[in-house]
């Protein structure tokens, strides 16, 4: 249905923007707070499914999804990654993660 697709839209923008908007080096208690939101956000994101396969992502064993918050180099790069994890899982072209930053924070270097 066409509300997931706009909604998705607007949660990525929102999503990536909150990556942009990170500290550079992230304080412990800023990182568990991070932690907190992506939690909650991975039960209460408004399209069930969704939210069920982001968590699933999020947990897989051997915790090599598991959020990266020490700082927003690393956030942004794993939230691209999530990104991509569902653009695979759509059948969408993946993005190249080394330019995340250029795409939500800096803008394009041209
Ligand atoms: P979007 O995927 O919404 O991307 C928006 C823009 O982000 C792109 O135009 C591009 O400029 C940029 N971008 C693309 N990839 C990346 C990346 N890896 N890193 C940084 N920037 C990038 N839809 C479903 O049908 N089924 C699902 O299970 C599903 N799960 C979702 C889970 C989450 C957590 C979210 C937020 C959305 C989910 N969606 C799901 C919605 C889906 O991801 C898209 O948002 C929707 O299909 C619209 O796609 P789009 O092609 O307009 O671009």
């Known amino acids: ?7 998705g839209r607007s949660t990525w923008t929102f999503l990536h923007s909150l990556t942009a908007a990170y500290p550079t080096t992230a304080t412990p208690e800023q990182q568990a707070e991070m932690r907190s939101f992506l939690n909650l956000f991975s039960r209460l994101y408004p399209c069930w499914v969704c939210a069920d396969d982001f968590r699933a992502w ?3 064993p051997g915790g090599r999804n598991q959020p990266r918050l020490a700082g927003r180099a690393e956030f942004g790069h794993w939230m691209c990654e999530a990104h991509n994890a569902v653009n695979r899982k759509l059948g969408k072209k993946e993005f190249d993660c080394r330019f995340w930053e250029e795409r939500w924070r800096t803008g394009w270097k041209d």
């Open 58 to 60: 999020m947990n897989e």
């Open 1 to 7: 249905p066409p509300d997931v697709e706009a909604l």
